[in-house]
C-alpha cells in the first residue's frame, strides 16, 4: 500500500495512491477513519488493510495530479533520526569537502537530529533562507517509518518494525553546519525536509531494501547509487538504537545520503533560487522541489 496525506478544501485527508501513482482513494471515503497519518500508522491493521485493498478496486478516486498534496507525516512526532556520512563514497567527498583525511574506517554509525517544522510536500518549495545562507545542498535519503515499539529488538527481527518508507531531501546548509560544529542547526532550518510522495508500506519491499538512490538537479544527475551500499543499514540501526532508546510508532530514521552532493564537486555546486531539484528512490516514488 501507498499512504499519504493530502488537503481539500482546507482540510487535510488521508488517501491510497494507486500502484500505478496516478489515482488517489480517500481513506474515510472507503470506511476507514484516522485523525492523522502519525494514528493510522499506530493502529492500522493487516485486516484493515485487506479490505482497503478490496474497497479500491470498487472505487473510482481521483487522479493524483489533481490533488493538493502534503508530505506524508506532515508534521511528525519527534525530530527526525539521521546518519550521517552512511555511504563510503559520501564520506570521502565530505571529507575531501572539510579538508579533513580520510581514514577509510566508519566503526560506528554517526546519528543526528533534525528539526521539522513541517514537512515539505512533492511539489513544493525548499526555502533557500539567504539572508544567513549561501551554501545549501541537497541530500536523497531513504526514510524508514516505525510501525510499533520498539525496545531491545534483535538485528534479525529489526524489519517486524518497519511499517514502511518514503524518499526525503535532507536539505543542509552547509556553512552553519560546519560553524557550529554540529548539524542540529545547519540541517533544521524552516523548509528544509521535503518528503514523499507517500509512504510505501514494508509488504511492498520485504527483507533489506536494495533499491536504486539518486536525485537531479535542473534536470542534471547528481546521485546515483544504491542503498545496499549503506555502511550501516536498516536493521542495524533499529537493532543499534533500540537498545538504548524507545522507537515509537511514527518515528522517522533517515538512512543517509549517497555521494554526489553539492560539496561534493570540485569546486563546489551548491543550490540557488529558482533550482528545481529532484529525489527518487525505486519502487518509493520521487519528490520534485524548488528553491525560493
Sequence with gaps: MRYLTYRENGQEKLGVLSADYVTVYDL?????????????????TKQ???TLEKKMQQSKGIPYDAIEKCAPIPVPKQDIICLGINYMAHAEESARYKKEAFGGERPYPVYFSKRVDRAVPDGGM?????????????????AVIIGKEANHVSREDAYDYVFGYTVMNDVSAREVQIRHKQWYFGKGLDGFTPMGPCIVTADEIPGKPDLSIRSTVNGELRQDSTTDLLIFDVAYVISELSQGMTLQPGTIIAMGTPAG????F???????????????IHKIGRITNIVC
Design 28 to 44: 474515510a471515503s472507503l470506511g476507514c477513519s484516522y485523525s492523522d497519518m502519525n494514528e493510522l500508522i499506530e493502529s492500522m
Design 48 to 50: 484493515e488493510q485487506d
Design 126 to 142: 525548499i526555502q533557500s533562507h539567504s539572508d544567513i545562507v549561501e551554501r545549501l545542498d541537497y541530500e536523497v535519503e531513504l
Design 261 to 264: 552532493v553539492g560539496m561534493g
Design 266 to 280: 570540485e569546486p563546489p555546486r551548491f543550490l540557488k533560487s529558482g533550482d528545481v531539484v529532484t529525489c527518487e
